[in-house]
């Protein structure tokens, strides 16, 4: 692919202390002209410094969860390709508000895409961030994907991704909420995509153990068993994924 082959994606929720500079570190990426920054109803300025960071905005006017801001982000990529066509639709490369400067370490994520090599990755961070909660989750995902696939990724939960437009295709419409990436997982491995694990030194804001974290952590928990559950039929294709030579 040629130059600006890639666009970046950022749901966006109260995170105006991060988003400016998760942008600016995105917008320095290889291959990377186009940033936009999904705000899902802030309460704070988080639209307005993302816009000022050099990101294009659009703004949800009431709450309407991360897969939602997802399928928003490709929708307003789709509608720049259409009013300044390129020469072929961007790769997708989905990054969360809240890594900062870390993020321009991301564009690695774009290789095996971009080469070929996979349909989608997903960073395996090697910066470890001690968390509040006791990883149920985490292990819900994983243990629900490998049953499903015969695979278990090392962090079922990354939402760090690149894919094509052929796998976001594939995988839409998205599991609700906090749900899309395990549903994206399972419903790429299950059409024969390939999925590549890439280590990355990415970090993120720490989730504490507050009773407002707590109640995220419940939406998660939530959101990953409806996506399981409506992916829990029988004699569904089971599928493994790439992975990279001495990769993860």
């Known amino acids: 692919m040629l130059p600006g082959d890639v666009a970046v994606i950022i749901p966006a929720r109260n995170e105006s202390d991060r988003v400016g500079a998760t942008v600016t570190a995105a917008l320095g990426l290889a291959g990377v002209d186009v940033v936009v920054v999904v705000d ?47 020469a072929a ?99 790429l491995l299950r059409q024969g995509m390939r999925i590549m694990e890439v280590e990355v030194p990415l970090t993120h804001r720490a989730t504490g153990t507050d009773w407002r974290s707590q109640l995220h952590r419940l939406a998660q928990f939530r959101d990953v068993a409806w996506a399981l559950t409506v992916r829990a039929a029988p004699g569904r294709r089971r599928a493994a994924a790439v992975r990279p030579p001495g990769g993860a």
């Open 40 to 86: 899902d109803a802030s309460a704070d300025a988080s639209a307005a410094i993302a816009a000022q960071a050099g990101a294009q905005v659009v703004r949800h006017s009431r709450h309407r969860g991360k897969a939602a801001a997802m399928q928003t982000g490709v929708r307003a990529v789709t509608r720049l390709e259409t009013a300044a066509p390129a």
């Open 89 to 187: 639709p961007r790769l997708l490369l989905f990054l969360d508000a809240d890594l900062g400067a870390s993020a321009a370490a991301a564009g690695s994520l774009a290789e095996p895409v971009r080469s070929g090599a996979a349909d989608m990755t997903i960073a395996v961070f090697t910066e470890r961030v001690r968390n509040g909660g006791f990883g149920f989750v985490t292990g819900l995902a994983g243990t629900g994907i490998r049953r499903a696939t015969g695979w278990r990724p090392a962090q079922p939960l990354n939402g760090q991704r690149c894919l094509t437009r052929a796998a976001f295709a594939a995988a839409s419409p998205l599991a609700r909420g906090w749900g899309a990436e395990t549903g994206m997982t399972i419903d």
